[in-house]
C-alpha cells in the first residue's frame, strides 16, 4: 500500500570529512542519544537551560492528561524573546539576521536590530487594529520579507497565526480562515513567480465572500498592478506602518509556555484539513536545539532553508530556530529555474552560502537541468546540504552530493513532518550516511517500526512508523478538534501510548531507518502534503462529477502525480473538454499543486462492501501490478 517510488535501499556508505567530524558540536552522537535516553527529561531540561524564559518551568513535563501532553509547564517565555530581544543586548544586535533576494533580482537585508525594529512596528499596527493575546490572524503572502515581519509581531502580541500557503485556492483560504476564525487576515498585492504575478490579493477578495468574519485585510505592495482595496476593510501595509501609532518600540507579551504559537493546517486521511497546533516553550527548545545541531549552525553561516516560509519547513527552520540561535538566512522570492536554471547556483556563489537545506522534488528539478549549469558557479563556500519533504532516491542524492556538493558535503536528510515541529529521524554532522536513509532518531526521540500488533520489525521488514515518547515541539492538539487528535494520531496504538506516524518505514541491519512513503490517503507530490479526499471532494463539487476517487502514482520528478477517477452524472460528456475542465476546477478549489496530471472517466469504482474506494485496487492497476487482495471487494 505504501507508495514506493523509487530504488530500494543501497547500503552504500559516505563518511563524513574529517574536519567537519574535528569541528562538531556533537562529537558522538550515540553517547548524546544514550545520554538523553537515560534521563530523557533532564535532558530536555538542560536544553531548555540555553534559552531566556521570563519564569522557569514548574515541571518539564505533565503528561497527566495524557496523549495531551505539555511540556515546561508554569513556564513563562515569548518564541520572540529569544528569537529577537535577548539579541538586542548583544554584539549581535549588527549582525545580519536575514538577506532577502526578490525574483526581479531586488535584495534586502536585516540586521536583528532592523529587523526587530520592523516587528515592533507591526506588532503595534496589529495592536491598533485591536488584536489581543490569543486572537488567530490568517497570513496570506508569498516569500518576501513582511511574511517573516508579519509572522513574528503575530507572535510577539501572542496572536496565533494561521499561515495559509500562497499556493493555494481561494476555497482551501476561506476554509481555514473559518476555521481558525481570524478576524484579521495579512496578504500582498501580487507575488512574483516564473516572471508573471500571482494574484493574491484577488484570491483573497474571493475567498472573503465566503469567510466574512475577516473584518480587517492588510496588504503589503509587492507587484505593483491595480487591486481592489475595499473602503474600511482594506489598509496599506505601508501606510499603516507609517502611521504615528507604529512606534518602534513595542513589549513583548508575556506568555505561558504552552500557549499557542500557531496554527498550520495539513492534510489528513479524511475530511478537511486539520489545523496542528503548536506552543510557545517546547517549540522553541526543539527547534533551536534541533537546528544547531544537525545543521552545526554557526555565527559565520550563512543558512539558506528554501522552503516556504507557509510549510512547517520555513516556520520552524526559516522563522524561529535561525533567529534563536542568531544566524544569518537567506530567503528567496521565485521558483528555483528562473529566470536561468542556475538561479540557485548563482545565488549560493553570490551570497557564501555554506548550507543548503532543500526538497528531493527541487533537486531532481535541478538535476535535469544538466551539470553544466552548477558547473558554472564557485560552490566552494558549502559545507552541509540538508533533505527533506520526501524520501530522496539514491540517483539524487549522489548528484546532490557530487555536483552540488563537490563529494565533501554530507547529506542531513531529515524525516520529520508539520505535527512533529521538528527533524525527528536525522544524521547529525559526523554519522556516516546511506543515501536514501534519514539514519537515527536524533537524541532524545524513541522511534520504531512496527507491525499492526505493536510487535517491533525486524531488519528488512516494513512497518508502521511509530514515536514511542513525547518531545516538546510535538503538536498539542488539532485546533478545534481534540477528539481527532486523539483519533487520528493515538487511537492505534493507544495501549502502548505511541504516535502514529502515518508513514511505513523499515530498519535495516545497522539500525537505520528507511521511510517508504504514507500508509495512509495522504499523496505527497513534490513534497507537498495532499489528501485524497481533498481533491476527491474538490473534484465532486463539480456539477458532471457524480463520484471520484483519486491516488498517486510514481513521477520521477514529483515523487508522485496525481491520478483521478471520475463517474459522470447521466448524460455528462466525458471529452477533453472536461478533462481540461475539471483541472481548473481544481485548481480553483483546491490549489494548483492538487491539479491531477490525468482524468479518466470510469463506469465505476473498486469498493469495499462497507462503501469504503479500494484505491490500493485502483493504484495496482495503474501501474500494471497484481491486484492483491480482493476478498473484501463488492464487485
Ligand atoms: O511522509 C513523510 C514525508 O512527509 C510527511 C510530512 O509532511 P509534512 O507534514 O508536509 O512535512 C514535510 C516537512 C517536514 C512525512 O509523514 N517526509 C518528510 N521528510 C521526509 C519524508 N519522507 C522521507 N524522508 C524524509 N526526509
Redesign the pocket.
Same mark, same amino acid.
Given at each position: 500500500m505504501a507508495e514506493r517510488g523509487f530504488s530500494p535501499p543501497t547500503s552504500e556508505w559516505f563518511h563524513p570529512p574529517p574536519e567537519l567530524v574535528e569541528r562538531a558540536r556533537i562529537a558522538d552522537p550515540e553517547a548524546t542519544s544514550a545520554r538523553a535516553a537515560a534521563d530523557r527529561l533532564a535532558f530536555w531540561e538542560e536544553r531548555a537551560e540555553t534559552l531566556d524564559w521570563y519564569r522557569k518551568w514548574d515541571n518539564v513535563l505533565d503528561d497527566s492528561e495524557a496523549p495531551f501532553y505539555r511540556w515546561f509547564t508554569g513556564a513563562q517565555t515569548n518564541i520572540t524573546l529569544n528569537a529577537l530581544d535577548r539579541h538586542l543586548h548583544t554584539a549581535r544586535r549588527n549582525q545580519v539576521a536575514f538577506i532577502w533576494e526578490g525574483e526581479p533580482g531586488d535584495q534586502q537585508t536585516f540586521s536583528y536590530w532592523q529587523l526587530s525594529r520592523e516587528v515592533n512596528r507591526f506588532a503595534n499596527v496589529l495592536r491598533g487594529l485591536g488584536l489581543q493575546k490569543g486572537d488567530r490572524v490568517t497570513i496570506y503572502m508569498g516569500r518576501i520579507p513582511e511574511i517573516v515581519i508579519a509572522m513574528l509581531a503575530c507572535a510577539k502580541i501572542g496572536a496565533p497565526h494561521s499561515v495559509v500557503y500562497g499556493g493555494f485556492s481561494e476555497q482551501a483560504l476561506a476554509d481555514r480562515i473559518q476555521d481558525a476564525q481570524s478576524r484579521v487576515l495579512i496578504t500582498q498585492d501580487g507575488a512574483w513567480l516564473r516572471g508573471k504575478i500571482v494574484r493574491l490579493k484577488e484570491t483573497v477578495d474571493a475567498a472573503l465572500q465566503q469567510s466574512p468574519i475577516v473584518e480587517t485585510v492588510v496588504v503589503a505592495r509587492r507587484t505593483g498592478q491595480d487591486i481592489t482595496m475595499q473602503a474600511g476593510r482594506d489598509y496599506w501595509w505601508h501606510e499603516l506602518m507609517a502611521s504615528p501609532q507604529a512606534g518602534a518600540e513595542a513589549a513583548t507579551a508575556v506568555m505561558d509556555a504552552e500557549d499557542p504559537l500557531f496554527i498550520l493546517y495539513?492534510s489528513g486521511t479524511t475530511g478537511k484539513p486539520k489545523g496542528v497546533l503548536h506552543t510557545h516553550g517546547g517549540y522553541q527548545v526543539y527547534t533551536s536545539t534541533t537546528l544547531s545541531w544537525v545543521f552545526d549552525l554557526r555565527e559565520e553561516d550563512r543558512w539558506w532553508c528554501a522552503a516556504d516560509p507557509g510549510?512547517? /519547513?520555513g516556520h520552524s527552520y526559516i522563522v524561529y530556530a535561525p533567529l534563536i540561535l542568531g544566524a544569518t538566512s537567506f530567503l528567496y522570492e521565485g521558483a528555483p529555474g528562473y529566470p536561468a536554471p542556475d538561479r540557485y547556483w548563482r545565488m549560493i556563489a553570490e551570497h557564501g552560502i555554506s548550507i543548503l537545506y532543500t526538497a528531493p522534488t527541487a533537486i531532481r528539478g535541478l538535476m535535469r537541468y544538466g551539470d553544466d549549469w552548477v558547473k558554472r558557479h564557485d560552490l566552494s563556500s558549502l559545507r552541509l546540504l540538508g533533505?527533506?519533504?520526501?524520501?530522496?532516491n539514491p540517483e539524487a542524492w549522489k548528484w546532490y552530493h557530487q555536483v552540488v556538493g563537490g563529494g565533501r558535503c554530507p547529506i542531513m536528510?531529515? +524525516? +520529520?513532518? /508539520?505535527?512533529t515541529g521538528g527533524f525527528m529521524i536525522t544524521p547529525l554532522p559526523t554519522v556516516p550516511l546511506k543515501p536514501g536513509s534519514?539514519t537515527r532518531p536524533f537524541p532524545g526521540i524513541e522511534v520504531d517500526v512496527v507491525d499492526d500488533e505493536g510487535n517491533s520489525c525486524p531488519a528488512g521488514v516494513d512497518g508502521k512508523l511509530v514515536i514511542q515518547s513525547p518531545w516538546p515541539s510535538m503538536l498539542r492538539t488539532v485546533y478545534g478538534d481534540p477528539q481527532r487528535y486523539i483519533d487520528q494520531y493515538w487511537s492505534e496504538f493507544a495501549e502502548q501510548g505511541w504516535y502514529l506516524? $502515518?508513514?511505513s518505514a523499515r530498519k535495516d541491519e545497522d539500525g537505520y531507518i528507511w521511510?517508504i $512513503?504514507?500508509i495512509d490517503d495522504v499523496l505527497?507530490v513534490s $513534497?507537498?502534503?495532499l489528501g485524497t479526499a481533498e481533491i476527491e471532494s474538490g473534484l465532486v463539487s463539480h456539477a458532471a462529477v457524480a463520484e471520484a476517487a483519486v491516488i498517486g502514482v510514481p513521477d520521477e520528478l514529483r515523487g508522485n502525480r496525481v491520478q483521478a477517477y471520475c463517474i459522470l452524472v447521466a448524460g455528462a460528456e466525458g471529452d477533453e473538454a472536461l478533462v481540461a475542465e475539471l483541472k481548473l476546477h481544481v485548481r480553483r478549489e483546491v490549489g494548483p499543486i492538487a491539479v491531477p496530471a490525468a482524468i479518466e472517466f470510469v463506469e465505476t469504482l473498486p469498493k469495499t462492501r462497507s462503501g469504503k474506494i479500494m484505491r490500493r485496487v485502483l493504484k495496482a492497476e495503474a501501474q500494471g501490478l497484481p491486484l492483491g487482495d480482493l476478498s473484501t471487494l463488492e464487485d
Open positions: 495539513t510549510w512547517i /519547513t533533505s527533506v519533504g520526501e524520501p530522496i536528510d531529515t +524525516w +520529520w513532518q /508539520t505535527e534519514a506516524a $502515518g508513514d521511510v $512513503g504514507r505527497l $513534497g507537498y502534503r
